[in-house]
C-alpha cells in the first residue's frame, strides 16, 4: 500500500468524528437561525426617542456677552460647597447617608434588580429535581390484586427541566420593560438625593436667617430696654409726659414679643432639619452667617442640554421605554405559545436499583397554544398597553416642559431677590441715619419721640426684612442647581447609599 493510499485510511475513531461533523455544523446553523428568526419575531414597536419641541434659549436669557459653560467648568466640585460652609457639608453628607426616604429609594432598586432577575429568567430554561420514596401496602381485595411483594417500597429521583421558546419575543419584551423600569428607579433614587440636598441646604439658609433674624431683635429688645429705663427715670422725675413714657413701654414690650416668637420657629427649623438628615429632632451646628454665605456667580448663557441630566426627565423616559416595550408583550399574546418538557430519572422499589437500565424512565413533550375566541382580552390588554405608552408620552414630555419652567423661574428669581436685597441694603443704610438723626433732634428738643418711635420701627421691620431677602437670593440660588439636574457637574450624588451589588 503506497503512503497515498494509508492518507485515505480512516481510524474508527476518525470515521466517527466525521460522521458527527455535519450533525455539529448543522445544529450550529439551525441554532444561528433560531436566534435570528427570535430576534425577527420580536413584536412591537422599538423605541426612539420621540421629537419634543423645546425653546431655543431660557426665556430669562439675557444679551450677555459671557460664553456658557464648557465640559470642563460644569464638572466640578459638589454644588453646595459653592457655599464653603463645614457645617452645611457635614449635614448634606450626614443626609447622604441616613435619610430615610434615601435609604427606601436605595432597597426600591435592589427591588427591581430582582423583578429584572425573575422577568429574565424565563428566556431560559427552567431546570430542577426530585426525589420521592414511600413504603406503601396495597389492598389484596382489588380487581387490580396486590403487587407479589406486599408491603413494597417504592422510590423515585428525576431531573426535569421547562422552556417556552420566546418565538414572538413576549419574554423578550418584559425583560426590556423590567430593565427600563430598574433605570427608571435608578433616575428615581437620584432624584430624591438632589431634592434631598437641595432641601437640607434651603432648611439650613432659612435656619440661619431666623437667626440672623434673632441677633436684629435682640439687638432692638437691648436697645429698647435702655431706652425704656431711662424714661422710667425721667417720667418719675417729672421730666418726660406719661404718653411719652408709655410709648417707650409699648416699644420695648413688642421687640420683647418678637424674640420667642423667632425662637420657636428656630427649635421648629431645627427639628425639620434634623429629621431630614436622618437624626431625632435636636440642635443643629451652625457655621458661617447668612451674610457670609456667598455663592458663585452663575454664568449667562446655561446650555439647555444640562437638563438632560435631570432625573426626573430621564426617569420619565424609562417610563416611556417600559411603556413601549409592553406594548410588543401584549400584542405577543395573539399568537401560539410553545413550551417544551423533559423528565430523565429513576424509578424502583429499592435504591440499589434506582440507576440501573430496568429503572430508568424519561419523558419528552412539547406543547403548543393558541388563543381562538377570547372575547376581547386580548385586544383590551394591547388597548390598555398603548393608552398607557401615550400617558407616559405625554408625561415625559411635560417632565421637559417643567425642567424648562424651572429653570427659568430660578434664573428669573436669583435675578429679581438679587436687586431686592440691594434695595432692602439700600434702605437698611438710609434708616440707620434716620434713626441716629431723629434721636439727635429727640434729645435737642427739636422733635417729638414719635419721630424716635417711627425711625426704630422702620429700622426694627428693615433689618428683618434684610435677613430675609439675604435668605431668598441663596434659596434661588440652591433653585437653580436643583433645576439644571444637580450642579453643573456629571455626578452629585456621590456618597449617597447605593444599591447592594448583584
Known sequence: MSARDSLWIKSPHEAERQQRLPVTRSARLAVTALASMLAACTLGPDYSRPDVEVPAAYRSQNASPTPAPSNAEIAGQHWWQALQDPALDTLIAESLTNNQDLLAATARIDEYYGILGTTRSAMFPQVGGEIDGARQRASERTNTGASPRNPFNSVQADVFASWEIDLFGRVRRQTEAARANL?????????????????????????????????????????????????????????????EYSQARSEYASALAAVPTIEQAIALQENALSVIVGRNPGPIARGKRIDQLIPLAVP????????????????????????????????????????????????????????????????????????????????????????????????????????????????????????ARDAVFTRVDA????????????????????????AERSLFSAELQLAQSQADALTQFVNIYKAIGGSWQVSDDEGAPRPAAH
Not at 429705663?229 to 418719675?236: A, C, G, Q, T
Request: proline content about 2%.
Open 300 to 419: 449667562s448663557g446655561l446650555p439647555s442640554d444640562l437638563l438632560n441630566r435631570r432625573p426626573d426627565v430621564l426617569q420619565a423616559e424609562q417610563n416611556l421605554v417600559a411603556a413601549n416595550a409592553n406594548i410588543g408583550a401584549a400584542r405577543a399574546l395573539y399568537f401560539p405559545s410553545i413550551s417544551l418538557t423533559g423528565l430523565f430519572g429513576g424509578a424502583s422499589t429499592s435504591l440499589n436499583g434506582l440507576f440501573s437500565g430496568p429503572g430508568r424512565v424519561w419523558s419528552f413533550a412539547a406543547n403548543a397554544t393558541m388563543p381562538i375566541f377570547t372575547a376581547g382580552n386580548i385586544s383590551g390588554q394591547v388597548q390598555a398597553a398603548e393608552a398607557r405608552q401615550q400617558q407616559a408620552l405625554a408625561q415625559y414630555r411635560k417632565a421637559i416642559q417643567t425642567a424648562f419652567r424651572e429653570t427659568d423661574d430660578a434664573l428669573i428669581g436669583l435675578q429679581k431677590t438679587q436687586a
Open 183 to 243: 433605570l427608571a428607579t435608578e433616575e428615581a433614587r437620584r432624584g430624591v438625593v438632589l431634592s434631598l440636598t437641595a432641601a437640607v441646604a434651603n432648611g439650613y439658609i432659612n435656619l440661619r436667617d431666623l437667626d440672623q433674624q434673632l441677633e436684629v431683635a435682640k439687638a432692638t429688645l437691648e436697645s429698647r430696654l435702655r431706652a425704656f429705663e431711662l424714661f422710667d427715670k425721667r417720667y418719675k422725675g417729672g421730666v418726660v409726659s406719661e404718653l
Open 431 to 454: 434708616l440707620r441715619s434716620y434713626s441716629r438723626l431723629a434721636r439727635l433732634r429727640y434729645d435737642g428738643g427739636y422733635t417729638s419721640y414719635l419721630e424716635v418711635l417711627d
